[in-house]
């Protein structure tokens, strides 16, 4: 009123600035012709799957589904569950509400102040014999989140390998010197190597994929869950051997009737097995660190020795598929890239292998069966 000289004069000023900002936001609404509101509200919508993936972070770092019951059925207060989770029951209602968005947890209807867990949040249960907390509390991790904030610049400038850029160094150096990162990576693929087994041994054994060999190798294989998913359904008999970084064999938690040996991949394969498996590595580096490991196994193995590459293969344009969008991930923490069935055909010609078939299985990866030349 002291700046309009006048209380009255301000009065004025409001009315005529409301009116203005009404009119304009009529115009929009009355510009169907020429914008299509519901294309606009849809792209306002999709805004809340960027505050929902920290909200799964939270669910899931906070082990809040195990202060539920344990049931779909049974409903506690929002009070109850803060308590016994340890955490402040404002913000905890709070955060269930949203969660409601994507029906992880439901609210009863008729008390506003209970939750119960839906059966996709009985999965972030500790219990769950598929729980996926470890891969959500990987997805929110503060470096990983950081390096994903690059991407404006790394599509702008065309630079790959975002954590280069962001911390100094490689992310496969950031997993040998980073207990916190390391941790996070270990954790969240062992719930991959979880997924993926139950339906790689599951979809494998129906055609009888890993049936006729007498050494079966997995190449970056980890703590060997994946071997140790097979062997139900090889041969009695069958040597399963798994070849990691030297340092990761050496921590890796020992399973019975498996070998672990560690040699680095892009110096030296094992020779001996018939049958040789690679799960989500070439998806994690470029094109000539793929050639150097695939050249390897060639190097190592004999004419007609099976390699079976497990990873996702990009589908055809207007096809949806998990790969498009982890593409991103790939982009900014790594060198490497999600593929599609003729890339990867490249690679394997350039490297003396011949693509036999390609196997769906239930979950986004395929199994990609190649015979040495």
Same mark, same amino acid.
């Given at each position: 009123a @002291?700046?309009?000289?006048n209380?009255?004069?301000?009065?004025?000023?409001l009315?005529?600035?409301?009116f203005?900002?009404?009119?304009?936001?009529?115009?929009?609404?009355?510009m169907s012709s020429?914008?299509?509101?519901?294309?606009?509200?849809?792209?306002?919508e999709?805004?809340?799957?960027?505050?929902l993936?920290?909200?799964?972070?939270?669910?899931?770092?906070?082990?809040?589904a195990?202060? *539920?019951? =344990?049931s779909?059925t049974?409903?506690?207060?929002?009070? @109850?569950?803060?308590?016994k989770?340890?955490v402040?029951a404002p &913000?905890?209602?709070r955060?269930l509400?949203?969660?409601?968005?994507l029906?992880? !947890?439901a #609210?009863?209807?008729?008390? %506003?102040?209970?939750f119960?867990?839906?059966e996709?949040?009985?999965v972030?249960?500790?219990?769950?014999?598929?729980c996926?907390v470890?891969?959500? !509390?990987?997805?929110? =991790? #503060? $470096?990983?989140?950081?390096?994903?904030?690059?991407l404006? @610049? !790394?599509v702008?400038?065309?630079?790959?390998e975002?954590?280069s850029?962001?911390f100094?160094?490689t992310?496969w150096?950031?997993?040998a010197k980073?207990?916190e990162?390391?941790?996070?990576f270990? =954790?969240?693929m062992?719930?991959?190597g979880k997924?993926?087994?139950?339906?790689i041994?599951r979809?494998?054994? $129906?055609i009888?994929?890993f /049936?006729?060999y007498?050494h079966?190798? /997995?190449?970056?294989?980890g703590?060997? #869950?994946?071997?140790?998913?097979?062997?139900?359904?090889v041969?009695?008999?069958t040597?399963?051997?798994v070849?990691?970084?030297p340092?990761?064999? @050496?921590t890796a938690?020992?399973?019975?009737?498996? %070998?672990?040996?560690? #040699?680095?991949?892009?110096?030296?394969?094992?020779?001996?097995? /018939?049958c040789?498996?690679?799960?989500?590595?070439?998806d994690s580096?470029?094109?000539e &660190?793929c050639?150097?490991v695939l050249?390897?196994? *060639? =190097?190592?193995?004999?004419k007609?020795?099976t390699?079976? !590459?497990i990873e996702?293969?990009?589908t055809?344009?207007g096809i949806? &598929?998990f790969?498009?969008?982890f593409?991103?991930?790939?982009?900014?923490?790594?060198?490497?890239? %999600?593929r599609?069935?003729?890339q990867?055909?490249s690679l *394997?010609?350039?490297?003396?292998?011949?693509?036999i078939a390609?196997?769906?299985?239930?979950?986004?990866?395929?199994?990609?069966e190649l015979?040495r030349r």
């Amino acid at each position: 009123a @002291e700046y309009m000289g006048n209380y009255f004069q301000y009065k004025k000023f409001l009315r005529v600035s409301l009116f203005t900002s009404l009119q304009n936001s009529l115009k929009i609404f009355n510009m169907s012709s020429a914008v299509n509101i519901p294309a606009v509200l849809k792209v306002r919508e999709l805004w809340q799957y960027f505050e929902l993936t920290y909200c799964m972070h939270t669910f899931a770092k906070l082990r809040l589904a195990d202060s *539920f019951p =344990n049931s779909t059925t049974q409903r506690a207060c929002y009070h @109850e569950i803060a308590k016994k989770a340890g955490v402040d029951a404002p &913000h905890l209602y709070r955060l269930l509400r949203a969660l409601t968005q994507l029906d992880i !947890v439901a #609210q009863d209807p008729n008390s %506003e102040d209970s939750f119960s867990l839906t059966e996709l949040g009985l999965v972030f249960r500790t219990d769950h014999p598929m729980c996926c907390v470890d891969h959500f !509390v990987l997805a929110g =991790n #503060q $470096k990983l989140v950081r390096c994903l904030y690059g991407l404006p @610049e !790394v599509v702008r400038e065309g630079l790959p390998e975002g954590w280069s850029r962001a911390f100094g160094c490689t992310f496969w150096e950031q997993l040998a010197k980073d207990p916190e990162v390391a941790t996070a990576f270990d =954790n969240g693929m062992s719930f991959l190597g979880k997924l993926h087994g139950e339906a790689i041994s599951r979809d494998a054994s $129906k055609i009888h994929l890993f /049936d006729n060999y007498k050494h079966i190798m /997995d190449i970056g294989g980890g703590h060997g #869950q994946l071997v140790n998913y097979l062997k139900p359904i090889v041969r009695p008999g069958t040597k399963l051997s798994v070849q990691e970084r030297p340092q990761a064999a @050496e921590t890796a938690k020992m399973l019975e009737g498996i %070998e672990f040996i560690g #040699q680095d991949m892009f110096e030296k394969i094992t020779p001996g097995p /018939d049958c040789y498996i690679m799960k989500h590595v070439m998806d994690s580096f470029g094109d000539e &660190h793929c050639i150097q490991v695939l050249k390897n196994i *060639f =190097n190592a193995s004999k004419k007609g020795t099976t390699l079976i !590459v497990i990873e996702s293969v990009v589908t055809a344009p207007g096809i949806k &598929h998990f790969a498009k969008a982890f593409d991103i991930t790939l982009l900014c923490a790594t060198t490497g890239r %999600e593929r599609t069935r003729a890339q990867f055909e490249s690679l *394997f010609d350039q490297t003396g292998f011949n693509l036999i078939a390609v196997h769906p299985t239930s979950t986004e990866v395929s199994m990609m069966e190649l015979r040495r030349r």
